[in-house]
């Protein structure tokens, strides 16, 4: 893991990609939170972020700590840079920090293929069987439903059945029962703003501002 308090070059990075206007708390549930005029420039400037960094970036990025982890996947989600798959579904597995489950979920759920579903089922399959572990299973299960119902496909069954592998966990952890359909609902929304973002990152009018700008 690359340290930005020792790493120019991560540090550049984080200042163009990372921080602006508080990019890195905000994606999440922090949209909404924003008003109406708040969360059109954050979206306009979500969207040209996305179009300016490059892949190599983004892969220095991904190497650096849960804010830059975080935002990267974001910006990858925008762009459907779906190259980025393997690397983001390993990472997932790994929950070396916090805070970037969710993002990674999300760029997951926006490429949208049976691929991004066997992710999230390896990562069920090892994390279900942690109840010690309370990490990004909540998340990672509402965005596999969410995959099952654009792909028409039934990744969920075996984790949801009763008494099965999702009931197990939250038995063993006593925790308040889950409903996973809210965790899709949950992920739905994150995936409608970045739909919002990816529809501006391919507007013409974005092309041109851009390039006004430079």
């Known amino acids: 893991m690359r340290d930005v308090l020792s790493d120019p070059e991560l540090q550049d990075l984080v200042r163009r990609f990372v921080t602006p206007d508080r990019r890195y708390l905000r994606l999440g549930g922090g949209v909404f939170r924003l008003s109406p ?37 974001w910006l990858v989600a925008v762009a459907h840079r779906s190259e980025f ?32 579903a066997e992710l999230l089922s ?12 309370d990490y990004d299973q909540a998340v990672v299960i509402g965005t596999l439903l969410y995959l099952d119902e654009i792909l028409g496909s039934e990744y969920t069954t075996r984790f949801l059945a009763p008494a099965g592998p999702w009931d197990r966990w939250l038995e ?11 965790c899709r609902r949950a992920v739905q929304q994150l995936c409608a703003f970045v739909d919002e973002t990816a529809e501006v990152f391919a507007s013409p009018g974005l092309r041109e501002l851009i390039m006004t700008e430079r």
Do not use: M, N
């Open 122 to 133: 390896a990562y069920l399959d090892h994390y279900l069987s942690r109840p010690d572990l």
């Open 85 to 116: 798959r393997e690397l983001i579904g390993r990472l997932l597995l790994a929950s070396e920090g916090p805070y970037a489950g969710a993002a990674y979920c999300v760029a997951l759920a926006k490429f949208g293929t049976a691929a991004d």
């Open 37 to 73: 005029v708040e969360r059109s420039a954050f979206v306009r400037d979500l969207a040209q972020a996305a179009y300016d960094i490059t892949p190599a970036e983004l892969g220095i990025l991904f190497e650096g700590g849960w804010r830059e982890r975080k935002t990267a996947a």
């Open 172 to 182: 063993v952890r006593a925790v308040a029962a889950l409903d996973p359909h809210d």
